[in-house]
């Protein structure tokens, strides 16, 4: 014989869930794609567009975690990787703004998405140089492989696995991708 109630208890449960899990996926969705867009803001030099686009992203994590709980959202790969771009885009933020980068305050945030978005800020800063390279502005080679040199140097303090190795070797040869464009750079000065 089976218990009815039990098995309906056990739909119910699960029909939440799932409705749970779409809602984080819809706003993690969210959040990733306005992380893209603020990043691409940096990169056109409009700080005041993407400071107000992280305060828009920044509302949209608070109601995740304030509406769902953060061991709840953080179950879900979509929200881990919008955090994780949000992280990335706020830090390039602190960069641009000549800021330190540091902990994000208003947000409650886990290593893995700290220690991935740190890897990818690598990438921006790289492309950022590219950027400015082709505009003639040289010293922001120099002030791009600095910060890449110091996150690199706190990074190898870590003995990452498994998804966070895989971004931490694209951190280092972001670094070595820095590297390779000062070295053409001054040769051709």
């Not at 014989?1 to 749970?20: T, V």
């Not at 990438?123 to 950027?131: M, P, S, T």
């Amino acid at each position: 014989m089976i218990n009815k109630k039990f098995i309906q208890k056990l739909k119910e449960d699960y029909d939440k869930g799932e409705s749970e899990r779409r809602q984080i996926i819809k706003l993690s969705d969210v959040v990733l794609h306005s992380s893209k867009r603020t990043i691409f803001s940096l990169h056109r030099g409009d700080l005041k567009k993407a400071k107000g686009e992280l305060t828009e992203i920044e509302k949209t994590l608070q109601k995740l975690e304030k509406d769902f709980g953060h061991k709840r959202i953080s179950k879900e790969g979509s929200y881990r990787a919008g955090a994780e771009e949000y992280v990335e885009a706020k830090m390039f933020y602190f960069v641009m703004a000549g800021e330190k980068v540091d902990k994000i305050k208003s947000i409650n945030l886990d290593i893995g998405s700290y220690l991935g978005g740190l890897c990818d800020l690598t990438g921006e800063l790289v492309r950022q140089a590219i950027n400015q390279a082709a505009a003639g502005n040289f010293n922001e080679i120099d002030r791009m492989k600095k910060i890449i040199n110091e996150i690199m140097t706190e990074l190898v303090k870590f003995d990452m696995t498994g998804y966070l190795r895989t971004k931490y070797d694209q951190a280092k040869n972001n670094l070595r991708k820095i590297e390779q464009i000062e070295y053409e750079v001054r040769m051709r000065k």
